[in-house]
């Protein structure tokens, strides 16, 4: 590939790999050497990038003189080789087959292109113009049209195609704006101060007639209230004016970054009393400013006092919150990746973090036992004897004076902080307040060991019956589960003794069972999934279950059939329900949320045999 299709870091990318290759069969001298001249320059360009992105150089300008955000992954700031794009950028990110149409142009307005004489035919029949007709006629409509007069013929309007606007004319607020119609807003104006300035004029004059008049003694001393009003004018003005200086405070704009930033209201302009940033140090190698942003990150004097600077740079505000978190965590990632570990904070944010949470645990851990082992060896003074309680808590800077008889004689006596609750506050012959004791989950008593709120102390009695009904309930515990063990133990000899006697032939003992627990598989408790039903008495009693639901039916309406109800006295009827039975019952339940329950719906439960 020749070298015009490749760019300046590609070409300096080519001339890299071919020192390696040259290292790799060079003697170590060789490598040596390599290593010396291509790390300060890897360095350099790493310093370089850095200080971009913390502000303290300006930012890198692509071919059209954008700045580039320098917080841009390189694997989108970087073009392939075969646009041989010279400088850094976007502009590969963008299509390029995009037609940039031609903005500016707007409607015209009150254009006329051709006057006529007499009328058209086709034209409009109300004014006489051939661009519309009648309906969309915008002018007042005439007692004679123009068809009937011939007079008064409209002009033809300009037809004018769709404007096609950019980008930028889409979103221009004065396209189409008329400098001349501004003119008018400059006439009322004049025309508003010209009437104010005549009122003032004659209140003047009216306020030197009243002096002079007064003067004389025809007018009697009284209030102006035009001096008044007027004073209260200048007082409304005043509060005008710091509101509109409040407001110009204040305002919405974009920071924290060369390109912009997070859109916040930050204090626009500074105090007029501070010195501007860029005049606490005029020495042009010093911290940058940028204008666009009104930001200067680096301290801009940083050999001088620390106590007496009052500005250190825009940086100080940064390093707070996550911010510190966030920079170690690159850190770390790069570090790691320096020793080998294939890891990237941009490619792989979530592993990068989790290595760096691994790192911290590890660290802490080796931590402690260092110190253990040092306090183990040296020992802990801080620990072995502590200060006593007077000590720590009833240190004041509080100057109190007493005389020999402990009488107050200068400075005040320490108040003591009380709570807004009742405390020390004993009930019912308690010795301790509700809350001293904690026990599985509850509050009580710690002198009676009591659960109940507001109840009598009972002492050492009631902590006894406590600890004897504890006991107690363990006790029938214990009882229980031995019963239950003996009574598991008996019926698994039963089956025993029943199983050995089938299998030698005797006559196996009849158990006597609880009907219920016998049929529960029947009447809907916990159904067994091995079930075993006969398709044959299925299909019967499915049939049986019809004939039943029909004879309900008939004596539902009243044709004399007998059901249920109508059985006679000494009738008796089977109340041994077999599987099946209850499984026909199951099919032709009558369900009413069913939709399937149509009449013309399923096949009555035959399908499910």
Known sequence: MSGAFKSRDEHRRAQELEEARKVRRAPDAHAARFVAFIQPLSLSRSRRISGRRAGLAPAELDEDGNEINPHIPQFMAAAPWYLSQNKPGLKHQKAFNLVEKEGGDWYKRGVKTFQATKFRKGACENCGAMTHKKKDCVERPRKAGAAKTGKNIAADELIQADVDLNYDGKRDRYNGFDASDYSRVVDRFDKAEALKQEVAKKKELERAYRKANRADGDVPEEKDEDDAAESSDSDDDAKVEDADAQGFMKVTKRVRSAGGGASMTVRNLRIREDTAKYLRNLDLSSAYYDPKTRSMRENPTPNNDPSEQFYVGDNVTR????????????????????????????????????????????????????????????????????????LLLGQTEQYVEYDRAGRLVKGGERVVLKSRYEEDVYEQNHKSVWGSYWHAGQWGYACCRSFSKNAYCTGIRGIEASNASADLMKDNLAAREAAMDAKKKEEEEEEAAAAAAAATGGEKKKKTKNPFEAKKDMWGGDVEEDVALDPKKLMEALRKEDARLKEGDDDDDGDGGKGDRKRGYNVNHEVDVTEEEMEAYRLKRSRKDDPMNAPDAGTKGYDLV
Not at 327 to 351: T, V, W
Not at 358 to 379: M, R, S
């Open 319 to 390: 390093k707070t919150g996550d911010t510190l978190g966030f920079e170690r965590l690159n850190g770390h990632a790069f570090d790691a990746y320096q020793k080998g570990q294939e890891i990237h904070m941009q490619a792989a944010p979530s592993q990068a973090e989790l290595l760096y949470k691994q790192f911290k645990e590890k660290k802490d851990k080796l931590t402690g036992v260092t110190k253990d082992k040092i306090l183990e060896k040296y020992g802990n003074a801080a620990s072995a004897d502590p200060a006593p309680e007077g």
